[in-house]
């Protein structure tokens, strides 16, 4: 049984980083893609990125390049997203994603959602 | 970048009535590459439909995606009360993995 669970609700100012975990259980956790997707209030999905812990090399939305750094620790199976100079446009829910062997690439398992919320 | 256009931004419909939902790429992904999600408020999103037209493990069979090119449809036959919610179709045959704007079926 494959679970995401990513770290709590975070309040930041302005211009700062914010870095948001995801530990996954269950599963070979370098062989799949493990994705970070975004939904600001009242809008829809955003794909940021995604890594193979495998290959090591993160693909970045080009929206997000140069403020993204998504990160894989095998040793702890934690999935991780820091994004810098954060602004008000940056409050959303983040979700970590990850697909299935039967499901290469789609997004079959999620985390809870982490809610990021920047404001002065 | 593939830009996704779902179609209608919201749908008014009954339990037991059919709902049609249209996803059109501007590019052609013949990989069909194409993915339905639902989401709810509060909840995480769901897979339901993966390449195009493979329903998700434990996906009830009302749900059904077909399609390909440009041009994908997910049907939901029989409405029940907690199919009302909102879905997303995504594209993941290329970077960037763009998603629809999102189509919400509401409770008529």
């Known amino acids: 049984q494959v679970q995401l669970v990513q770290s709590g609700a975070e309040v930041k100012m302005p211009g700062s980083s914010v870095k948001v975990s995801c530990k996954a259980s269950?599963?070979?956790?370098?062989?799949?893609?493990f994705n970070w997707v975004r939904q600001a209030p009242g809008l829809g999905l955003e794909w940021m990125g995604g890594i193979i812990p495998y290959f090591g090399t993160p693909n970045y939305a080009p929206k997000f390049q140069g403020r993204l750094t998504i990160t894989a620790d095998e040793s702890t199976s934690t999935a991780y997203m820091e994004l810098k100079k954060v602004t008000s446009e940056d409050t959303a829910v983040y979700f970590c994603?990850?697909?299935?062997?039967?499901?290469?690439?789609?997004?079959?398992?999620w985390g809870q959602g982490t809610l990021v919320t920047v404001s002065s | 970048e593939t830009v996704l256009t779902q179609s209608p931004a919201s749908l008014s419909l009954s339990p037991g009535d059919r709902a049609t939902l249209s996803c059109r790429a501007s590019q052609t992904d013949s990989s069909r590459y194409l993915a339905w999600y639902q989401v709810k408020p509060g909840q995480s999103p769901r897979l339901l439909i993966y390449a195009a037209s493979t329903r998700a493990t434990g996906i009830p069979d009302r749900f059904s995606g077909s399609g390909s090119g440009t041009d994908f449809t997910l049907s939901i036959t029989r409405l029940e009360p907690e199919d009302f919610a909102v879905y997303y179709c995504q594209q993941y045959g290329g970077s960037p993995y763009t998603f629809g704007q999102g189509t919400k079926l509401e409770l008529k």
């Open positions: 269950g599963g070979d956790f370098r062989s799949y893609s």
């Open positions: 994603a990850r697909d299935g062997a039967g499901t290469p690439l789609a997004f079959v398992f």
